[in-house]
């Protein structure tokens, strides 16, 4: 009889996103652990953002993935499940930096990528000898040659039509608000063309009658890590006339090439984390290689080359003053940016800037709950927490008006009946999370 393993993605309790419908995108992780699982075992998703957690589910183990804005709720299960005398495993990115945090609810900490630990984890578990901490004792694991996703596990859950493929892992540029260095390495990892090709080759279109049944987002911070990997993907996936979307750094838009054969192989947007307009921060924090007199630049060789931008910035930075919430937001008109995504500076456990900002004592504060990127949990420099926290809500409201929107996308050549529904349904999500933010903060 196989034995049964429970594997849980909990939903924060103050995302700015929740369980909204325009956002409910799968969630890669669990799947790959899935595939790493030995066929002995039954494995069960469940993702919190999409349904309800049945804490009376029979399983032999429970494994339960940790963002830090979801690790207390975590907890509260992996609480519940061992007080029915069920082992419980932690992961992700919060466990891997805080095990002992992590262990104070669970069994067992599986710090860092899940490749070559877990099935040795889950043969221990058989034996009865479960240790507390696995980890990875000399270098990263490699990608390739690993089994295939199965994305019959998400089938009937509610999630939008897009399927999720990894290319690549680690990033050099160790910026200090990231831990994906920290976690993943400082060099670019990347996974054969010819596996991630099977992996395409493999899709099967959602049910139902969608205008992009082939939608691919390709997950990594920078599907553009390496020029001659990324041609040689880009030219390879051509002939499955996908849709996708993906992550980029700045400079890929001063590549011709790379451009054009984005456009062939069905690129319709990608996110690029401009972080700030302000090359005094950019270099403090380690991401000198963004220019910002070449934003608009860069934006417009896209938009030449029929590919939206999703444009990132972050707010709270040592340097930001009370004007860069104006600043930002009127650039992000003048530059046409397709979707806009604003943040707020988190100091994550694990990065330089949680180091940095422990030593200066300017935490202020630790629900974890909070730590995601609409909150403000530390005391800015040039101005008072209160102002960073409305004039991050006043620059959402702002950029995602009806004028706003139509002026952003009017006239730049992307794909208006993929983003302006992207943009109406940000829209409504940050107008939902508005009203609850003036309740739980302003009352």
């Not at 494994?63 to 519940?80: E, H, K, L, N, S």
């Not at 509610?158 to 290319?167: A, D, N, R, S």
Request: with cysteine; charged share 25%; glycine share 8%.
């Amino acid at each position: 009889m196989k034995k049964r393993l429970l594997l849980i993605s909990p939903i924060g309790e103050r995302g700015l996103l929740g369980n909204d419908f325009y956002f409910r995108m799968p969630y890669l992780g669990l799947l790959k652990v899935a595939s790493l699982t030995p066929p002995e075992w039954e494995v069960i998703i469940i993702d919190e953002k999409v349904e309800t957690l049945d804490f009376e589910l029979n399983a032999d183990l429970v494994g339960i993935t940790t963002m830090t804005p979801v690790a207390r709720r975590g907890y509260q299960i992996a609480d519940r499940f061992r007080s029915r005398g069920v082992k419980v495993v932690m992961g992700g990115m919060h466990a891997s930096k805080l095990p002992e945090e992590a262990l104070q609810h669970c069994d067992s900490v599986l710090i860092g990528e899940a490749e070559d630990l877990w099935p040795t984890l889950l043969s221990d578990v058989q034996q009865g000898q479960l240790k507390q901490v696995y980890r990875h004792l000399d270098g990263y694991p490699a990608l390739d040659n690993r089994p295939a996703v199965d994305w019959e596990h998400y089938r009937g859950k509610g999630y939008l039509p897009v399927h999720f493929i990894e290319t690549t892992r680690g990033c050099p540029f160790n910026c200090e608000f990231c831990s994906v260095t920290s976690s993943f390495g400082g060099k670019f990892r990347n996974r054969s063309i010819d596996d991630i090709e099977q992996e395409i080759r493999n899709i099967k279109p959602f049910p139902g009658r969608f205008t992009w049944q082939n939608l691919v987002f390709f997950n990594d911070d920078n599907i553009m890590s390496s020029k001659r990997h990324a041609r040689e993907l880009l030219s390879r996936i051509i002939p499955y006339r996908l849709d996708w979307l993906g992550q980029t750094s700045v400079d890929m838009a001063q590549d011709d090439e790379i451009l054009s054969l984005c456009k062939k192989s069905g690129c319709m947007g990608l996110l690029v984390g401009f972080e700030s307009l302000s090359a005094e921060t950019l270099k403090s924090i380690n991401k000198g290689v963004n220019k910002p007199q070449q934003y608009i630049d860069v934006v417009k060789r896209m938009h030449d080359h029929g590919i939206g931008v999703k444009g990132s910035f972050i707010f709270g930075f040592d340097s930001d003053d009370e004007g860069v919430f104006e600043r930002t937001v009127e650039f992000a008109v003048k530059a046409k940016i397709d979707v806009v995504y604003y943040s707020i500076l988190t100091p994550y456990p694990g990065t330089t800037l949680y180091e940095q900002m422990s030593r200066e004592g300017r935490i202020i504060d630790q629900d974890w709950n909070n730590y995601n990127t609409h909150c403000v949990v530390f005391k800015p420099k040039q101005m008072s927490p209160e102002r960073l926290l409305d004039g991050y809500w006043w620059a959402l409201n702002q950029s995602f008006s009806y004028k706003s929107i139509l002026r952003r996308m009017w006239g730049n050549g992307t794909r208006y009946n993929f983003f302006f529904p992207m943009n109406f349904g940000y829209r409504q999500s940050i107008k939902k999370a508005y009203e609850c933010y003036r309740e739980d903060f302003l009352s």
